[in-house]
C-alpha cells in the first residue's frame, strides 16, 4: 500500500469532488470525521500574510470614497441642474481631500518611504499595485486641477472659466476614479491570501458599491449640512439605496462562495464575526437600506433619520474594509484555509498524477543497466 | 533489478549523481591558494554560462537532515541569525522561510500510521520525511508579477532577484508568493529571499547549500537536464519499490500548475504536497486579475447608470 492510501487523510482524497467541498465547506477537520481535512506541517501557516494594517484600511475606505465621489460630482455636474451644484463642489473638494490623504497613508505604510517615488518607476500590467499607484497618481493630478478650477468659481466667482476648466480636468479625473473605487478589491485578490483569492470575482465588485455607497454618505453629509433643498437630498439617497442594495447582493454572494469554498472560517470567528456581522453589515449595509427604502417609498420623510443612516454607512464602509483586511491575514495564518484552496479541481487520486505515470512509462522504455 | 544482482566491483556507468569531473584530481587539497575558474564544473559538473536556465533538483529521499545548506546559505549571504528557540517541532527549529532565512528543513516523523504506533520501520527513510525548502525562483513567478517598482526581476540565469537598491518595502510580494518564501526584514524594511546566489553563479561557482550538501541531495544544474535526471531517478525508485516518489514543481507535475510554469528549484517528494505544506495547485495570482477588473467595471458601471438617473429626472 502506498503512503497514499495508508495515510490518514486518505478518506480526504479517496472522496469525489463533490464531497470534498462539502466536507471542506462544513469546517472539515473540527467534525468527528477528523480525516476530512488535509494535513500540514505543525499547524504552521503555508503562506505568509500581508503586512497591511489600519494605514492600508484606511486607505481601502478614504481611496474607494474619492474615487467614487469624483465619479458622482461628474454625473451631477453632466447630467444635473442647477441647484444639484453643492453635489458637484463637494463631491471634487471630497475627492481631492481624499487623494492627499491616501498619498499619507500609503506612503506612510512602505517600509522604506523614502523610495516612495519607486512606485512610478514601471508600469507592470499584471500588478494591481502597479496600475494602482499609477491610477492614484493620475487621479490625484486631475482631482487637484479640478478642484483648483473649482475653486477658480467658488472663492473668485470666475463661473464661466471655472466651471469649463473644471468639466475638463473633473472627466478624466472621474475616468480614473472609476479605477480608484474598486480596483483595491483586485489588489487584494490577486494575492494567495485564501479568504481575498476566494472571492476574487466578488472582491472588486464589492468594494466598487460599497464605496458608492460611502461617497453618496459622505456627499449627504456635506450638502446637507452646507443647506440645500429636499430635491438634491433625495436625488442622493435614490443613488445610496441602489448602492446599498447591490453590496447587500454582493455581500452575500460572497459569503456563499466562501462557505463553499471553505473559506468561511475567519469570518465568524471573534473579532471578526461581530464587527462583520453588527458593523460592515449592518451599520454599513441594512441601516442605510432600511432608512433610504422608507425615504424613497415615502413611508416617512427626515432629514435626521438620512444623515443617521449616512453616518451609519461611513462607520460600516470602514469596519467592512478593515474587517476583510484583517480576517484575511487571519486567513493567511491558517495552513488548512490555503491548502483546501489549492486543492486540485479534479479529482485526485495517487496514481492518477501524470508524473507517477511518465515514471511508469519510463521504467518500461529504461534499459535495466541504465537505472542503478 | 539486474544492475543490482550483476554487482560490477567498479561500477563505470554511474549516472546518478553525477561522477566526479576529471579536473578535480587537480585539486586534492582542502585549502586552496586562490580562486579555481569554473569551479562549478568541479563541483556540479556544470559551467555556468549566461542564457541558460540554471536551478535546483532537491532529491528529498537522500536529505538526511544535516542543515548544511541552512548554515552554508548563512554564512555565504552574512544573513543574521534568528531565534534561537526550540520549536518543539521535531529538528525544524528554523520554522519557515524568511527575510534572514533562505534555506529551511523540514522534518517530519510519520512514526504511526492510522494512530496505530509503527512496530516495523520500513528500511527505506525509516518515516521519517527530510526536505529543504527554498525559493522556487518559478519560471512565471508571482512576486515578480507583483512588484510595482522593478525591484524583482529575471536574471541571466533565469533566477528571480531582488534588487535592494530598488525595494521600497511596500510588501505586495509578500501575500503574493504562492509558496510561503518571500518576506519583509522588519531590519531594513525591504523585501529579502533566496538569490540562488547569483553572485556565485556570475563568478563560476555553484550556490552555497548545493555545494555543501554532503548527500548531493540539493544538485544544482542547467534545467533540462537536471529534470532528466529527476525523471530517472523517480522511475529508479519506483522500481525499487517506492512508490511514493513523484517529481514537485517539474513541468506538469503538482505545484507547476495555472500559470506559475515550471520550478526552477523542484523537488523530489516522498508524500502528499500538504504533508510538506505545499500547496497541491497554486495558481498565478495575477490570473485573477482580469475577471475582477470587468466584475468591478460592470458593478460601477450600473451604479453610475443609476446615478444618471436619479439626477437626470425631473
Given at each position: 500500500m502506498s503512503a497514499y492510501q495508508r495515510a490518514p487523510?486518505?478518506?480526504?482524497?479517496?472522496?469525489?469532488?463533490?464531497?470534498r467541498e462539502r466536507l471542506a465547506g462544513e469546517g472539515a477537520g473540527e467534525r468527528v470525521d477528523g480525516r476530512a481535512q488535509p494535513p500540514s506541517?505543525?499547524?504552521?501557516?503555508?503562506?505568509?500574510?500581508?503586512?497591511?494594517?489600519?494605514?492600508?484600511?484606511?486607505?481601502?475606505?478614504?481611496?474607494g470614497l474619492a474615487g467614487a465621489a469624483q465619479v458622482l460630482a461628474a454625473v451631477a455636474d453632466l447630467f444635473g441642474r442647477e441647484r444639484d451644484r453643492p453635489v458637484v463642489r463637494a463631491g471634487r473638494y471630497v475627492a481631492l481631500a481624499g487623494a492627499l490623504l491616501s498619498s499619507i497613508f500609503l506612503i506612510?505604510?512602505?517600509?522604506?518611504?523614502?523610495?516612495?517615488?519607486?512606485?512610478?518607476?514601471?508600469?507592470?500590467?499584471?500588478?494591481?499595485?502597479?496600475?494602482?499607484?499609477?491610477?492614484l497618481a493620475t487621479f490625484g493630478t486631475f482631482s487637484g486641477l479640478a478642484a483648483a478650477a473649482q475653486a477658480l468659481e467658488d472663492l473668485w466667482g470666475r463661473r464661466l472659466p471655472g466651471r469649463v476648466l473644471a468639466r475638463l480636468f473633473g472627466l478624466p479625473a472621474a475616468a480614473a476614479g472609476v479605477v480608484m473605487s474598486y480596483y483595491t478589491g483586485i489588489l487584494l485578490s490577486a494575492t494567495s491570501t485564501p479568504l481575498w483569492a476566494a472571492a476574487y470575482r466578488l472582491l472588486p465588485a464589492l468594494f466598487a458599491t460599497s464605496a458608492m455607497s460611502t461617497a453618496t454618505a459622505a456627499l449627504s453629509l456635506l450638502t446637507t449640512a452646507a443647506g440645500v433643498p429636499k430635491s438634491v437630498r433625495r436625488r442622493l439617497e435614490r443613488i445610496a439605496l441602489a448602492a446599498s442594495a447591490a453590496e447587500l447582493a454582493l455581500t452575500l454572494a460572497a459569503g456563499w462562495v466562501w462557505h463553499r469554498r471553505g473559506q468561511y472560517r475567519p469570518l465568524t470567528e471573534e473579532p471578526y464575526a461581530s464587527a462583520y456581522r453588527f458593523g460592515a453589515l449592518g451599520l454599513g449595509i441594512l441601516v442605510p437600506l432600511a432608512a433610504h427604502s422608507g425615504q424613497v417609498l415615502g413611508l416617512w420623510e427626515s432629514a435626521v433619520a438620512s444623515s443617521l443612516a449616512a453616518a451609519a454607512a461611513l462607520a460600516g464602509g470602514y469596519i467592512q474594509r478593515a474587517v476583510l483586511l484583517f480576517a484575511g491575514n487571519e486567513s493567511a495564518r491558517r495552513p488548512e484555509a490555503y491548502l483546501r484552496l489549492t486543492q486540485p479541481a479534479a479529482g485526485l487520486r495517487g496514481d492518477d498524477w501524470a508524473l507517477r505515470q511518465k515514471g511508469q512509462a519510463l521504467l518500461r522504455g529504461i534499459a535495466a543497466e541504465d537505472v542503478r | 533489478m539486474a544492475a543490482a544482482s550483476t554487482a560490477p566491483a567498479m561500477d563505470t556507468t554511474v549516472t546518478y549523481p553525477?561522477?566526479?569531473?576529471?579536473?578535480?584530481?587537480?585539486?586534492?587539497?582542502?585549502?586552496?591558494?586562490?580562486?579555481?575558474?569554473?569551479?562549478?564544473?568541479?563541483t556540479a559538473?556544470?559551467?555556468?554560462?549566461?542564457g541558460q536556465q540554471y536551478g535546483f533538483f532537491t532529491d528529498t529521499s537522500l536529505c538526511i537532515g544535516c542543515k548544511a545548506c541552512e548554515v552554508a546559505c548563512k554564512e555565504w549571504n552574512a544573513l543574521p541569525a534568528d531565534d534561537m528557540a526550540l520549536t518543539g517541532h521535531s529538528y525544524d527549529n528554523t520554522g519557515a522561510l524568511s527575510a534572514t532565512t533562505w534555506r529551511h528543513v523540514l522534518f517530519i516523523e510519520q512514526i504511526s500510521t492510522d494512530g496505530q504506533r509503527a512496530t516495523a520501520m520500513p528500511p527505506f527513510q525509516s518515516n521519517w520525511l527530510m526536505?529543504?525548502?527554498?525559493?522556487?525562483?518559478?519560471?512565471?513567478?508571482?512576486?515578480?508579477?507583483?512588484?510595482?517598482?522593478?525591484?524583482?526581476?529575471?536574471?541571466?540565469?533565469?533566477?528571480?532577484?531582488?534588487?535592494?537598491?530598488?525595494?521600497?518595502?511596500?510588501?505586495?510580494?509578500?501575500p503574493a508568493c504562492p509558496f510561503n518564501v518571500i518576506e519583509l526584514s522588519a531590519i531594513d524594511g525591504k523585501a529579502h529571499k533566496c538569490t540562488l546566489c547569483y553572485d556565485r553563479l556570475k563568478g563560476g561557482l555553484e550556490p552555497a547549500c548545493a555545494k555543501a550538501c554532503p548527500t548531493n541531495s540539493i544538485q544544482f544544474g542547467e534545467l533540462s537536464e537536471l529534470e532528466g535526471r529527476a525523471q530517472r531517478r523517480v522511475a529508479d525508485l519506483h522500481s525499487r519499490g517506492v512508490t511514493n516518489a513523484y517529481l514537485y514543481g517539474a513541468p506538469g507535475a503538482p505545484g507547476a500548475t495555472n500559470g506559475i510554469g515550471p520550478l526552477h528549484a523542484f523537488f523530489l517528494l516522498l508524500d502528499r504536497p500538504e504533508v510538506y505544506n505545499l500547496p497541491a495547485e497554486p495558481s498565478l495570482p495575477s490570473r485573477r486579475i482580469r475577471p475582477g477588473l470587468l466584475s468591478g467595471l460592470a458593478a460601477m458601471a450600473g451604479l453610475i447608470v443609476a446615478a444618471v438617473a436619479a439626477f437626470a429626472r425631473e
Open positions: 487523510y486518505g478518506a480526504w482524497e479517496r472522496q469525489g469532488r463533490r464531497e506541517y505543525y499547524g504552521r501557516p503555508a503562506v505568509k500574510a500581508s503586512q497591511y494594517r489600519w494605514l492600508i484600511a484606511s486607505y481601502l475606505f478614504v481611496g506612510a505604510d512602505l517600509h522604506t518611504p523614502q523610495r516612495w517615488y519607486n512606485m512610478l518607476r514601471i508600469f507592470r500590467r499584471t500588478s494591481p499595485m502597479s496600475f494602482g499607484s499609477w491610477t | 553525477p561522477p566526479v569531473h576529471p579536473r578535480a584530481l587537480d585539486y586534492t587539497a582542502s585549502i586552496l591558494p586562490g580562486v579555481i575558474a569554473n569551479e562549478s564544473e568541479l559538473n556544470v559551467r555556468i554560462e549566461p526536505m529543504s525548502d527554498v525559493c522556487r525562483h518559478c519560471a512565471h513567478a508571482a512576486c515578480v508579477e507583483a512588484c510595482p517598482t522593478g525591484a524583482l526581476f529575471y536574471t541571466e540565469f533565469h533566477t528571480v532577484v531582488v534588487q535592494q537598491d530598488i525595494c521600497n518595502g511596500c510588501g505586495y510580494c509578500v
